[in-house]
């Protein structure tokens, strides 16, 4: 595959303009205000980084469509898809360099929270298994958001609207399970709803059970929603 | 090298090609001349496999665009409408991608991105942001990467849109040159540029083929008779002239300081100057011009298209 150089190209255009420092500086400011302060870490005075991952998801609501929102909507607006789908490479191989590109942004910002965890180590005994499952499950998360995120990139011309659809649908289906909370209904509606959520998933990884049938949730999600953009993007033809 | 047979393009209701075909030889530099919305962007979007058509087909390079769609597209060098970049890149960085992209070995990849800045008249913004330049930098910066892997085939939507008048010159030279070893087709509505750069011109209004062949061959389908201005001194009666049987019209007659100018129509093809010449001796009347009248493109053009 001769995505490299469409992963190089995206991951420029990612850090030649502001966004990609304001979305990375916005990611690890606001975790670690949310831990410490708001979650009263050193109050506690337990050795435990659930609250500092169970923030995740609504942060990555806020934040992967940050990333996502511009990869095809502005290729539409600048009208550049019209050189990029007449360049030697496949829709998938297109669509995977985008995809790919925006994984290693959201890997550079899972890597920039590395110090709080490390640093923590000092302070008391920290179950490190808990932590690296932690970090799969927010890696995973990731990538099922950033599919979301990049496949409604690919319905529009405006990233604004982008953001906003992907903001909702991430709030969709990382929530859909906590709607039985609020409203009454039967008991399977209940659990399929909630097997359905992102949040649910992520939970076992939270609380650091590796089950397999997690890990092939988010891969079908990530999956099916690059396989829909690949869909799309040929359907333009 | 391009072979397009029977396309259709229909978006809905809307037909924008219809029923087109034509053969494009190696060397050759082809224009399609048209009205906007005649179909020419549709066209090469097809060819550069954008879009697929309807109907039909299209072979480029011995590829057909459903089987060996990439090949076509490794074959082909594309400048789009109103040259589209990458805003947030500069001008190197987007050749560079470009030359990563379209495989150009990494030996020669500075080698071929400099012979492209030099054609393209680059330097002076090699490393500037794109969204910084000016219409006729951002012209050049997609015009270079279109040449950047010496494609056998260039396909240049409204190449010199934006241009100013010298800039102008050098990339039609600049596609006159490639054009002698590549094949090119460019479309365009400056009908001068056609004359200038183009062998063979394909004629296109509300999606069909109305006139095809070099800007001459074209003349000649359009122009049914050959034309002539005559001036004449003093005051001639114009009607004499009808006794010349190859004159079938006289088409106006203007007294003007002291010259008659009449302007007839005359059957094509005939030795219409020389017989004038005679018949103007014969009668004693003093001839101060005699100019045959070719057809301008532009009219030419007009009529087809109206």
């Known amino acids: 595959m001769n995505i490299k150089g469409l992963i190089k190209k995206e991951l420029k255009a990612y850090f030649n303009s502001p966004m990609a420092y304001l979305v990375v500086l916005f990611f690890v400011l606001s975790l670690n205000i949310f831990f410490f302060f708001f979650g009263q870490f050193f109050g506690r005075d337990t050795a435990s980084m659930r609250s500092y991952f169970s923030i995740m998801p609504v942060l990555f609501i806020l934040i992967l469509p940050?990333?996502?929102?511009?990869?095809?909507?502005?290729?539409?607006?600048?009208?550049?898809?019209?050189?990029?789908?007449?360049?030697?490479?496949?829709e998938f191989e297109i669509v995977m360099g985008k995809f790919l590109s925006?994984?290693?942004?959201?890997?550079?910002?899972?890597?920039?929270?590395?110090?709080?965890?490390?640093?923590?180590?000092?302070?008391?005994?920290?179950?490190?298994?808990?932590?690296?499952?932690?970090?799969?499950?927010?890696?995973?998360?990731?990538?099922?958001?950033?599919?979301?995120?990049?496949?409604?990139?690919?319905?529009?011309?405006?990233?604004?609207?982008?953001?906003?659809?992907?903001?909702v649908a991430l709030l969709f289906i990382t929530f859909i399970g906590q709607i039985t909370m609020v409203i009454n209904v039967p008991k399977f509606i209940d659990n399929l709803f909630s097997y359905l959520s992102l949040?649910?998933?992520f939970e076992s990884f939270e609380k650091g059970i590796f089950d397999t049938r997690d890990f092939a949730f988010f891969a079908i999600i990530t999956g099916l929603f690059i396989y829909l953009n690949v869909k799309a993007i040929k359907l333009k033809k | 090298?391009?072979?397009?047979?029977?396309?259709?393009?229909?978006?809905?209701?809307?037909?924008?090609?219809?029923?087109?075909?034509?053969?494009?030889?190696?060397?050759e530099i082809v224009g399609l001349l048209g009205p906007n919305g005649a179909g020419k962007t549709t066209i090469m979007k097809i060819l550069t496999g954008y879009h697929y058509p309807t109907h039909g087909t299209a072979i480029l390079n011995g590829y057909s665009i459903y089987d060996d769609l990439l090949k076509v597209k490794e074959s082909t060098g594309y400048l789009p409408e109103n040259a589209p970049l990458y805003d947030d890149l500069t001008?190197?960085?987007?050749?560079?991608?470009?030359?990563?992209?379209?495989?150009?070995?990494?030996?020669?990849?500075?080698?071929?991105?400099?012979?492209?800045?030099?054609?393209?008249?680059?330097?002076?913004?090699?490393?500037?942001?794109?969204?910084?330049?000016?219409?006729?930098?951002?012209?050049?910066?997609?015009?270079?990467?279109?040449?950047?892997h010496s494609p056998d085939i260039l396909i240049l939507d409204e190449p010199t849109t934006g241009l100013d008048p010298n800039q102008i010159i050098e990339i039609r030279k600049l596609i006159c040159d490639i054009g002698k070893e590549k094949t090119v087709i460019l479309s365009t509505h400056i009908l001068q540029e056609v004359e200038a750069v183009c062998n063979r011109v394909l004629i296109l209004n509300h999606g069909k083929i109305v006139a095809e062949g070099s800007p001459e061959q074209i003349r000649e389908q359009v122009q049914k008779d050959d034309r002539f201005t005559i001036d004449v001194a003093?005051?001639?009666?114009?009607?004499?002239?009808?006794?010349?049987?190859?004159?079938?019209?006289?088409?106006?007659?203007?007294?003007?300081?002291?010259?008659?100018?009449?302007?007839?129509?005359?059957?094509?093809?005939?030795?219409?100057g020389?017989?004038?010449?005679?018949?103007?001796?014969?009668?004693?009347?003093?001839?101060?011009?005699?100019?045959?009248?070719?057809?301008?493109?532009?009219?030419i053009f007009r009529k087809l298209t109206n």
């Open chain 1, 66 to 90: 940050a990333i996502s929102m511009r990869s095809w909507a502005e290729e539409f607006k600048l009208k550049t898809d019209m050189l990029l789908f007449t360049l030697p490479l496949s």
């Open chain 1, 102 to 167: 925006a994984v290693i942004l959201l890997l550079m910002m899972i890597v920039l929270t590395f110090p709080v965890p490390i640093m923590l180590q000092m302070f008391g005994n920290f179950e490190r298994g808990q932590i690296i499952g932690e970090y799969i499950g927010t890696f995973l998360l990731g990538l099922a958001g950033l599919s979301v995120g990049q496949f409604i990139s690919s319905r529009t011309s405006n990233q604004i609207s982008a953001y906003i659809f992907s903001v």
């Open chain 1, 199 to 201: 949040s649910t998933h």
């Open chain 2, 1 to 27: 090298m391009i072979k397009v047979e029977n396309i259709d393009k229909i978006y809905g209701k809307f037909r924008a090609v219809d029923n087109v075909s034509f053969h494009i030889g190696k060397g």
């Open chain 2, 91 to 148: 001008v190197i960085e987007y050749l560079d991608f470009m030359a990563d992209i379209r495989k150009v070995p990494k030996d020669k990849k500075k080698q071929e991105i400099d012979r492209v800045i030099q054609e393209t008249g680059l330097s002076p913004v090699v490393y500037r942001g794109i969204g910084k330049l000016s219409k006729g930098y951002r012209q050049r910066t997609g015009l270079a990467q279109a040449i950047l």
């Open chain 2, 234 to 272: 003093g005051t001639v009666d114009a009607s004499a002239l009808k006794e010349l049987e190859l004159v079938s019209e006289i088409l106006s007659t203007q007294a003007q300081d002291g010259k008659t100018i009449i302007k007839i129509s005359a059957q094509k093809g005939a030795d219409t």
């Open chain 2, 274 to 299: 020389a017989l004038i010449f005679d018949w103007a001796v014969k009668n004693g009347c003093r001839l101060s011009a005699l100019i045959p009248e070719q057809a301008s493109l532009e009219n």
